[in-house]
């Protein structure tokens, strides 16, 4: 497959009253196109910070990062980010929220029609379409997490860039959207690139789930392969030999690896 997103060499420190933190060091990740890869390990490991410098919120101390043959140098709507904060403007309806950044990214090469088109289709997409006149003070936790990844998708990216987008709400709520998500992939063949602290929403999603050592320096340590069929079913997966065989080995590296380099 297509080496899409190549991170070669990438280390990040941070300036400090105390002198230099070093939060990366020597990240190499190649991820193919359609891929979905995420990104695990405990709090401070960094995996937020690699995700703002694909996003291109900040810039790295040393290494390279290329999407489509393309450095990445500053933030950009080849990547659409979705935080675990929805980030809507409380002023604006969904519809208006999507349309935002549409306008941003298309405004002058498309009509007006056009764009309208490619926000209704987007709020469809995650079964919106009937509360885009709605405020985000009148919608669900869930339902503004949809609106985020509507906008996201509604720019077209190349990446698909997700920092916890269900860490904030119910386990149902979660669930649902996770395997919302899982569709939404699989139809618009998305790369995507996410942190989560969820094994479970790691091996339940991915294509690999790469395993970041605690910081500071940190690093990649371990990248699973998740050879599970697509679709996936959660309920089946419950009871599948393979599926807790790579939950049992993400679960080694965090808690019995880490966590004895740390002690």
Same mark, same amino acid.
């Given at each position: ?94 519809? !208006?929220? =999507?349309? @935002?950044?549409?306008?941003? #990214?298309?405004?002058?090469?498309? +009509?007006? *029609?056009?764009?309208? /088109? ?82 479970? !929403?790691? =091996?339940? @999603?991915?294509?690999?789930? #790469?395993?970041?050592?605690?910081? +500071?320096? *940190?690093?990649?340590? /371990? ?41």
């Amino acid at each position: 497959m297509e080496k899409y997103l190549q991170i070669d060499g990438v280390e990040m420190t941070f300036e400090t009253r105390k002198g230099p933190f070093v939060a990366l060091a020597g990240i190499d990740l190649a991820v193919s196109r359609g891929e979905f890869v995420s990104l695990i390990g405990h709090s401070g490991c960094g995996k937020s910070t690699l995700l703002n410098l694909i996003a291109g919120l900040m810039r790295s101390t040393a290494g390279t990062m290329l999407l489509a043959n393309r450095e990445i140098a500053g933030p950009g709507p080849d990547r659409g980010v979705v935080f675990q904060n929805h980030s809507l403007l409380p002023w604006l309806t969904c519809f !208006e929220n =999507v349309h @935002l950044a549409v306008e941003r #990214v298309f405004a002058g090469t498309e +009509p007006k *029609a056009k764009l309208k /088109e490619r926000v209704h289709r987007a709020l469809e997409m995650v079964h919106l379409d009937h509360a885009d006149h709605k405020y985000p003070h009148e919608i669900s936790g869930g339902m503004k997490q949809r609106v985020g990844i509507a906008r996201a998708l509604a720019m077209e990216p190349k990446v698909l860039l997700l920092d916890e987008p269900f860490g904030a709400l119910d386990a149902l709520t979660r669930a649902h959207l996770q395997d919302e998500l899982a569709k939404l992939v699989a139809a618009t063949g998305s790369t995507v690139v996410m942190v989560t602290h969820d094994v479970d !929403e790691a =091996v339940l @999603l991915s294509d690999r789930v #790469v395993m970041m050592t605690n910081g +500071p320096a *940190a690093r990649i340590g /371990e990248i699973l392969e998740v050879d599970l069929p697509r679709p996936r079913d959660r309920l089946a997966l419950a009871t599948d030999a393979r599926y807790m065989r790579l939950r049992t080995q993400v679960l080694q590296f965090l808690y019995r690896k880490q966590l004895k380099e740390a002690a």
